[in-house]
Structures are given as C-alpha cells and as structure tokens.
C-alpha cells in the first residue's frame, strides 16, 4: 500500500529481491522484520515504497547502513534490521556458489559479516594488485637484462662490432645506476601498460613506464618493527582495542611493547624485565594473551609472567607452571595455560591467581586453546580436541583428528583450527559437542602457525613463509597471499590491523592508510 493512502507499510516482498531470493532458505525469509518505516504524511525518500527503500540502501556501504542511517530517522533504522536484504548483499560479494557461512546459520551476525568482508575485499584486493604490478615490474625489468646480454652473441654472429656493442650497454647501464629516476621508472612499471620492447638486430632499448606514483597508494600500510629483538619473534598480540599498542615475544627471551603511531611510525616503549632479572624470562617466549590491562607471557623456563600496562607495564605476578608453557587464554574471569606436560591449567586473577585446577585433556602437550564463559577447547599433539564444560566440570566430547592443531580460534560457537600438515578445519559447536563441518585446503603447504576467524574474515599464517587473506566461506576465497623470507610464528588482528611475527627478527604490521 502507498504511503499517501496513510496505511500501514508492510516489510518487503519476496518478489522485491528478484530471482536471488528464490534460492534462500525459507527459514532465513521468515527472519524479515515487520516495520512501520514512515508516517503517513512522509516525503521524499520515505515516500517511496519500503521495497524501492531497501533497494536502494543495498547499495550502500554496510558501514552506513548499520552507522549512519539509524541516526537519520527511526524509519531508516529498520533498513539494518531486514536479515534478507544482509543474506543477499552477501550474495553479491562472494557469489552465488560459495557455501556461506560455513558453519551454524542460527542466530549468525549477517551485518557484521558483510561490514567486514566488504573491508577486507577493499584492502586486500587492492593490496594484491598492488604487489602484483610491483612483482611485474621485478620481472620484466629481469627480463629486459637479460635480453641485454643474450642479444650480444648474436649481433657478433652477423658481424656486429662487438666491441662497440659493449661500449654502449656500459654506457646505458651506466646512466641508469647513477639516475634514480630512471631507475624508478623500471621499478614502478605496470605490466598491463602498452610499452616498447627491444627488437633483436637493432639494438635499441626504449623506456616508456609511468613512475610508480601515477597508481593511487594501496588503501592499507606497512609497518616493520626491527630493533627490538635478537632472536626469532614467536608471538604477537596487539592490544588496547585499536591496533595502536603491539607486544612481542621472542627467543630471545624478552617480551617488548611497542606504539604503533598515526605517522606511519614506531616507538619500542619497554621491555618487560621483572625485579632482578635481566630479561623477561629464563628461556623463549612462546606465547601472549591479554585481557584488559592485563598481559600474560609463558615461556619455556614453565612460567607465566603477569604485566600491568597500566603501570608501564610493571610486574603483577608471577605463575609457575609444571612444563614449558605452549599457549595462553585470558578471561576476565580466569586466566588458562595450556603446557607440554599435557595440562590445562586455570588460574583465577581475582584472586592472586591461585590455580583452581589442573585439567589432563590430552595425552601429549597442549598446542593451543581458547575459552569462553561456558566452554574450554584445547587441542594437543595427540591429535585430540576436546571440550571441557566450565559448569559442570567435565569433559563434555573429543574428537580424534588425522593431524594435530597448532592454532585456533574460536568465537560464535565455531572453532576453527590450523594444522600441522597445512589444512584448514572448521567445527560447529551445540550443546558442547563438537562437529566437524568442513576440512579446507587454503594454499598452505605447512604448518598453520597462526589463524583469526571473524563472521567475515580469516586470516592465516604459516611456516610456509606465506600470509593468507580470505573471505571464510567453502570453498574459501583467497583475496591476498603476502609472501615472507621466512616462515611465520603468529599472527594477531584488531580493528582492522594485521600484525604477523615472522621466522626472523622482525614483526611486520599491516593497517588501513589514514585518509
């Protein structure tokens, strides 16, 4: 009904969405919001029928959609509220082909999903173009030296003097190592761009390539912290729930916390030293996790090491444990570290952390882990992952795997889970009980170090010496594969930033560029 006729608006037809529609679950189309979107006496664009309404704000950024709109007016509040029209923007994003999401679809947070997912296409797309033009431009200008040196041969062959050949391409290599500029210019060549190659007998080698700042900047930066360490970093954590503060652990036995600035730039803030003791602990760092002000650090010399970041991250606490600590989880309830001798241990941090319990999962060392208010995951080098009930304090379900997880993440009843043969596992967690839905090949050709899962974003790492970018549907789309010298130790994301630790000294960041 019109809204001039002063009746009520219905929510939008199924014929509305178009022959996308057709192939949604049912029970998703019943999810559909009863809305009132305008008065009757409405103008402009409430005016309009609250299909032409949901139409046309599909077309708009998520962001706005969920931010903006609600701030106008009450009746555009509802546009966020309307679950098909969030199903088919993911539609058009990933495609028709994809499953997604992998895992439950009950209750799944369709607009932060697609918030997130069209950030991550916008970054990483262009960040892979990016590396694209730039890995072109290595190439070709490999190519044209040695097209350079081949060509010789073969004008001395037909007779060219071969002297004077060699006197000219002295000449030209000459010019272009003492001119940056021109040297900026086979540095900056975009394949895709017409140019003029050399033509064998004549000689003659052209240059025509636009300097690198004709193509806008990628819409992410990159940052690198060197300096800090002087072993191999293992783990990385960013903190203070804006990507601006970066902790670091290192073989070198130090935990060091840097600040991320708006200038693209870094400053090593401290490194965590206790009361007489020359580094953070006696043997590698392994492992971080936080929870508000608190920083943890476990090691190989069996302890955890408590920071206040509050206080410059002075010394809180002291933790020893019965074997190297392998992975930490921090809760605002209780503090959990996983260890080689096979125990799950809960601390409580309201009270000095006296441990509460020590839990034997598994029957080899504890890999990785991750908790929340109802449930324990762990995983152990006995290829087992099991669910411990923190209520009813029990072991709830296990499940037997062909590889052991090195990594994990797990949110929104899904667990997923890094390899130590390169794949990908996904499992839906109902009442405690674990089910597999999906074993993923994403590329990765060794151990997943390092894995983040959000409703619209994965991000792995591997000792593979690659850094992967998807978005986390079956099969997964991988939008940006970033390459290292050595194998990566973890990763971390926040707000939109990506910190890796990788098999060398250094940490290498990844965030959105200021506008």
């Known amino acids: 009904m019109d809204k001039g006729d002063g009746g009520e608006q219905s929510g939008p037809s199924q014929d509305a969405y178009g022959p996308e529609m057709q192939s949604l679950p049912e029970g998703d189309l019943a999810c559909q919001p009863d809305v009132d979107p305008s008065p009757p006496e409405a103008s402009g664009l409430l005016s309009l029928p609250w299909e032409m309404v949901t139409y046309i704000a599909s077309h708009l950024p998520a962001h706005c959609v969920i931010s903006v709109l609600p701030k106008v007016c009450s009746a555009l509040r509802n546009v966020g509220k309307d679950s098909t029209a969030w199903q088919l923007r993911a539609r058009r994003l990933i495609g028709s082909k994809v499953n997604f999401p992998v895992g439950r679809r009950e209750d799944f947070d369709w607009p932060t999903a697609c918030l997130e997912m069209e950030q991550l296409i916008t970054c990483w797309t262009d960040m ?10 290595a190439e070709e200008e490999d190519q044209g030296d040695q097209g350079r040196v081949e060509m010789e041969p073969g004008r001395d062959a037909q007779g060219v003097d071969e ?102 730039s870094s400053v090593l803030l401290h490194t965590l030293l206790g009361s007489r003791n020359f580094s953070t602990h006696q043997g590698w760092v392994w492992c971080l996790a936080s929870q508000g002000p608190l920083l943890a650090s476990g090691g190989f010399d069996s302890t955890v090491r408590l920071w206040d970041l509050q206080a410059s991250g002075a010394e809180k606490g002291l933790i020893k444990a019965g074997g190297a600590v392998l ?63 923190r209520r009813a304090d029990k072991t709830l379900n296990k499940v037997r795997l062909n590889a052991y997880l090195r990594s994990m993440s797990y949110s929104d ?87 890796v630790a990788s098999g060398d000294m250094g940490v290498e960041i990844w965030r959105p560029r200021k506008s």
């Not at 892979?128 to 431009?137: G, S």
């Open 327 to 389: 992975c930490l989880t921090c809760l605002p309830d209780v503090l959990l570290a996983g260890t080689f001798d096979e125990r799950v241990s809960v601390y409580d941090p309201r009270a000095a952390f006296t441990c509460l319990k020590s839990l034997r999962l598994h029957t080899n060392a504890v890999m990785c882990l991750a908790a929340d208010d109802k449930y324990i995951v762990s995983a152990g080098k006995d290829c087992t992952v099991a669910v411990y009930d």
């Open 413 to 499: 009843s899904e667990v997923w889970g890094g390899d130590h043969r390169g794949t990908l596992h996904s499992f839906a967690m109902r009442d405690g009980l674990l089910k597999s839905t999906a074993h993923l090949n994403v590329g990765h050709t060794a151990m997943i170090t390092g894995i983040h899962k959000s409703p619209g974003s994965l991000y792995t790492c591997s000792s593979d010496c690659t850094v992967k970018v998807h978005i986390p549907c079956r099969p997964p789309k991988t939008l940006c594969t970033l390459r290292h010298q050595a194998g990566a130790s973890g990763l971390s994301v926040e707000a939109g930033t990506l910190a």
């Open 163 to 264: 002297r004077l050949v060699g006197e000219l391409v002295g000449e030209l290599e000459q010019r272009l190592g003492d001119n940056p500029e021109e040297d900026a210019l086979f540095e900056g060549h975009d394949g895709a761009l017409d140019h003029q190659q050399a033509q064998p007998g004549n000689g003659e080698i052209i240059q025509h390539q636009p300097p690198r700042s004709s193509s806008p900047p990628p819409a992410l930066e990159r940052l690198t912290l060197l300096a800090g360490h002087i072993a191999q970093v293992n783990s990385v954590l960013l903190l203070g729930g804006d990507g601006t503060l970066c902790a670091t652990g290192s073989r070198d036995r130090n935990v060091n916390l840097w600040k991320l600035h708006a200038d693209s």
């Open 128 to 137: 892979a173009q990016h590396d694209l033009r730039h890995h072109q431009a």
